[in-house]
């Protein structure tokens, strides 16, 4: 699927940021000043900002999961719903550490995951591009990222709107796979919605603060990941051995993130995604040395590679030593610093994953050394304020 940012588009409003009034965005274009000009995905700004911007009938908000705005429009409504909350911490929404979903499913449509990976039909290609494919595994897993905290938000009172309120369309099929309401999700699912709920109410507490809700939420994260990632393993099916690897890497890295609390707000989350593989990977893709990606997405992919495999090979134990490592502040903060200092110096930490990569893979045996290589090189991404023009596509305005 060929899904390109839309250039000519420019705006200083942010999806999810409160107007200037104090009051909720209903995701209309709005005067704010902290980003400046940033490029708009296709059909970003097209998503629901609040409910009443869905269709309505018998006096319910119907939403369709299995369509990209609605999806989509189900986190500008939990972004606008919980602004309120995050202005403690931040103008302008910017501090909202929900902020990462919407920018990872924005990613997930950019880089063609969303579209059916078998080709069987035209869900996500240029005949249908807003379909989302059940045959996806992105799909089916941000399913749990999606619907799940929408409802539980519902459940917790925070959006001001009842859950019966709220249908929710099935798939075409596989339905007995997903649930569609609150009670029917808390019952095939009872840790994600209780862990998701208990997010949203502490978030409604005064005495909330950002350590506590990055706990409750990567709790809440780590825990949607749990049914899934088995529900779904047939899917793997569609797709090459390398995005096999991809996919399942990145649900392992989740976890070590989730240790360290790293905090999913705007600015980071966004340039977090500027490493992420900008398609769906094939079986001649070998990290890091992708031709047409960029040397950090190159850079990303064999981190993945590293930290699935270390896992794996050493039965989680790296992740129970990570998670020791990072139980003080100190500690987290020092990665978060040490994270940032990475997308800083590209150069530098791709010669050194090179060499882990190679010694890592040679002395587990599971090396297959190339015929031939290419590098690509790229320029360090800014991790201030300033966004070039020329994003990786995922990011939203």
């Known amino acids: 699927m060929k899904t390109n940012i839309d250039s000519t588009v420019r705006s200083r409003e942010r999806l999810g940021a409160p107007p200037s009034s104090g009051g909720l965005s209903s995701g209309r274009p709005s005067s704010l000043r902290l980003l400046g000009c940033v490029p708009v995905p296709v059909h970003g700004l097209e998503s629901p900002g609040q409910f009443s911007d869905y269709r309505v009938e018998n006096g319910k908000y119907i939403i369709d999961p299995w369509v990209f705005t609605d999806r989509m429009g189900m986190y500008r409504v939990l972004l ?29 449509y950019s ?181 047409n990606f960029t040397e950090l997405q190159n850079i990303i992919v064999v981190a993945l590679n590293i930290i699935g495999d270390m896992n794996r090979v050493t039965g989680s134990l790296t992740l129970s030593i990570w998670k020791i490592l990072m139980m003080t502040q100190a500690a987290r903060k020092g990665f978060l610093e040490f994270f940032e200092t990475v997308f800083q110096s590209v150069g530098e930490v791709s010669t050194i994953l090179k060499l882990l990569h190679f010694e890592w893979y040679e002395t587990s045996t599971m090396w297959l050394m190339p015929r031939s290589v290419t590098i690509s090189s790229s320029s360090s991404p800014r991790l201030d304020h300033g966004y070039s023009d020329h994003s990786v596509p995922g990011e939203l305005n």
């Open 111 to 291: 880089s063609g995951r969303l579209a059916d990976p078998g080709r069987r039909t035209n869900c996500g290609y240029e005949s249908d591009p807003l379909c989302i494919s059940i045959d996806s595994w992105w799909a089916d897993m941000n399913y749990f990222l999606s619907v799940l905290p929408f409802l539980a938000a519902l459940d917790s009172g925070i959006m001001g709107t009842s859950p019966d309120q709220v249908t929710l369309l099935p798939p075409p099929r596989d339905q007995t796979r997903f649930c569609y309401d609150v009670s029917g999700c808390r019952s095939s699912f009872p840790e994600t919605i209780r862990k998701w709920k208990m997010f949203f109410q502490y978030l409604q507490t005064p005495l909330s603060t950002f350590e506590g809700l990055l706990k409750y939420s990567w709790n809440a994260h780590t825990a949607s990941l749990k049914d899934p990632i088995k529900i779904f393993e047939d899917r793997f099916m569609y797709y090459s051995k390398e995005e096999e690897n991809l996919g399942v890497n990145w649900a392992i890295t989740v976890n070590y993130l989730a240790a360290s609390q790293f905090p999913t707000t705007l600015i980071r989350a966004y340039t977090f995604q500027k490493g992420l593989p900008p398609r769906i990977l094939n079986s001649t893709d070998i990290a890091p040395f992708i031709s």
């Open 80 to 108: 606008n719903k919980t602004a309120t909350y995050f202005a403690k911490f931040g103008p302008e929404n910017e501090q909202n550490i929900l902020w990462g979903l919407p920018l990872q499913h924005g990613w997930q």
